[in-house]
């Protein structure tokens, strides 16, 4: 089992980065797959982004290609996710999540944080 304490949301302009934390618990970190996955108001929870355990391959949503950068430290237990060049439209709640298999089946992601906002203003 693991636990997963997301941190680093806030409000930024358009244009703008923000760099997502991910602490989690537990001395299996190294085994999990990692991902963000958010929640806009009104919409359901959709993948962004996931990491295999070793942090070698990765996968993104294509509405975040090339802006988002995720990463892993697998020595300090924790997840990363770099955004820049922020848009209106990444407003959400961005949660962290896990896998104990299947990392790059979204679906299989069944460890959850709490969330962080993330507010994108013009």
């Known amino acids: 089992q693991v636990q997963l304490v997301e941190s680093g949301g806030g409000l930024v302009q358009a244009g703008g980065s923000l760099r997502l934390s991910c602490a989690a618990s537990?001395?299996?970190?190294?085994?999990?797959?990692m991902g963000w996955f958010r929640q806009a108001p009104g919409k359901e929870r959709e993948f962004v982004v996931i990491?295999?355990?070793?942090?070698?391959?990765?996968s993104y949503a294509d509405s975040v290609k090339g802006r988002f950068t995720i990463s892993r430290d697998n020595a300090k237990s924790t997840v990363y996710l770099q955004m820049l060049n922020l848009k209106l439209e990444d407003t959400a709640v961005y949660y962290c999540?896990?896998?104990?298999?299947?990392?790059?089946?979204?679906?299989?992601?069944?460890?959850w944080g709490q969330g962080t906002q993330v507010t994108v203003s013009s």
């Open positions: 999540a896990a896998a104990g298999s299947g990392w790059n089946r979204p679906a299989l992601y069944d460890y």
């Open positions: 990491i295999s355990p070793s942090g070698d391959l990765t």
């Open positions: 537990g001395r299996t970190f190294s085994t999990y797959g």
